[in-house]
């Protein structure tokens, strides 16, 4: 049996900019979903307003924009 070749990692400039581009868009869609739903949100309590927002940018962000930016980054 042949072992597969190990994985390349990519360089640390690559990932550093990886994670700036992707800060670049978790705070607007924090802003944007905060501004669209901020009325509904503000009558939760602020630990279950977070855990929303957070579920919902973390699912726009990783499947909506991550997706493109690993393309972008390569």
């Known amino acids: ?14 990932k550093y900019r990886l994670v700036l581009m992707f800060w670049l868009f978790v ?6 979903i ?11 309590h602020p630990v279950l307003r977070s855990v929303v927002l957070v579920a919902i940018a973390g699912s726009i962000v ?3 924009i991550r997706p493109h930016l ?3 980054g390569r």
């Open 70 to 72: 690993r393309r972008r």
């Open 62 to 64: 990783s499947y909506g």
């Open 34 to 44: 905060d501004l669209a739903f901020g009325f509904w949100l503000a009558m939760l």
């Open 27 to 32: 705070l607007p869609a924090l802003t944007a």
């Open 1 to 14: 049996m042949t072992n597969p070749p190990p994985a390349q990692s990519p360089d640390s400039s690559t």
